[in-house]
């Protein structure tokens, strides 16, 4: 099989008879998707990761905090859950945030999700563009985001009274 490369900077990619447009920000709903899969990147899903929550866990259990091995022993499930269920890894789900069928609703579910990233299987891309092309358009929609924070954020020259 040969590895299919996306271009730098492209716009837009075919994969499995489908046009692809890669998008520079979410909607409303899109973002609060980005920042659960943000949380589930963050709680880590190998099995390295795994291994090293069920050792914290059993740290927590030894030093009596029941609760706080609670939610690294949930945490440790839902990771391995995932690598189980052969569910895409959050950073594949991440880029489908942003790069979408041309036409498709603007509404994400994990299931069109699922069938884009097969999409992407199917036509052979290589991950590290995949991966690419996702971090790049985090980074430009951070950029964005933290921009218009800023110019929302800045104190008003207040009247004195």
Same mark, same amino acid.
């Given at each position: 099989?040969?590895? +299919? ?5 492209? =716009?837009?990619?075919?994969? /499995?008879?489908?046009?692809?447009? @890669?998008?520079? %920000? @979410? ?6 998707? %980005? ?5 589930? #990147? ?12 069920? =050792?914290?866990? !059993?740290?927590?259990? *030894? =030093?009596?905090? $029941? ?6 022993? !949930? ?12 569910? $895409?890894?959050?950073?594949?789900? @991440?880029?489908? &945030?942003?790069?979408? $069928?041309?036409?498709? =609703? *603007? ?10 990233? /097969? ?5 052979? !891309?290589?991950?590290? *563009? &995949? ?7 985090? +980074?430009?929609?951070? @950029?964005?985001?933290?921009?218009? %924070? #800023? &110019?929302?954020?800045? $104190?008003? %020259?207040?009247?004195?009274?």
């Amino acid at each position: 099989m040969t590895i +299919k490369r996306i271009p730098e900077g492209a =716009k837009s990619f075919e994969a /499995n008879g489908k046009k692809f447009i @890669l998008h520079e %920000s @979410l909607t409303v709903s899109g973002w609060e998707k %980005s920042e659960e899969l943000r949380l589930e #990147l963050e709680v880590g899903s190998t099995v390295k990761d795994l291994v090293g929550q069920i =050792k914290e866990a !059993y740290e927590h259990l *030894d =030093k009596s905090k $029941p609760a706080s091995a609670a939610i690294v022993l !949930y945490n440790a499930i839902s990771g391995a859950e995932r690598i189980v269920e052969g569910r $895409p890894h959050p950073l594949l789900f @991440l880029l489908t &945030l942003f790069a979408r $069928p041309e036409g498709s =609703k *603007d509404e994400w579910t994990e299931a069109e999700a699922t069938e884009w990233i /097969n999409d992407f299987k199917i036509e052979g !891309y290589a991950v590290t *563009d &995949l991966f690419m092309l996702a971090g790049s358009t985090l +980074k430009t929609f951070a @950029l964005d985001w933290q921009l218009s %924070s #800023l &110019l929302t954020s800045s $104190p008003e %020259s207040e009247e004195p009274a």
